[in-house]
Nanobody, 126 residues
């Protein structure tokens, strides 16, 4: 069974940092682009960051550029999201996702992703 499992969420004060992890099991994701999305209460799911299958290409939502960094470790089938200078508006459930076409670049549209994790809550307090 294919699974993506996020971890690392929690409660942090504004200006603080968190590192999210996403571990894959059931198949290898090392040849697929992966991404992070988030969904705040009452809002649509939005793209946060994406990374190509080999880590050579990354992209970010304008709202997180310069604060968040996406990375991956293909030897462990894992991706990460380092989040610094967190703001209350970053509060959301964060999801990792994987595309299913090999050697792909990341997509900003959630429809471009096939596999999704269950999400991890990030709450940033003032």
């Amino acid at each position: 069974q294919v699974q993506l499992v996020e971890s690392g969420g929690g409660l942090v004060q504004a200006g603080g940092s968190l590192r999210l992890s996403c571990a894959a099991s059931g198949r290898t994701f090392r040849t697929y682009a992966m991404g992070w999305f988030r969904q705040a209460p009452g809002k649509e799911r939005e793209f946060v960051a994406g990374i190509a299958w080999n880590g050579g290409n990354t992209n970010y939502a304008d709202s997180v550029k310069g604060r968040f960094t996406i990375s991956r470790d293909n030897s462990d089938d894992a991706i990460y999201l380092q989040m610094n200078s967190l703001k209350p508006e970053d509060t959301a459930v964060y999801y990792c996702a994987s595309r299913s076409n090999p050697f792909s670049d990341p997509a900003v549209d959630s429809n471009g992703y096939t596999y999704w994790g269950q999400g991890t809550q990030v709450t940033v307090s003032t």
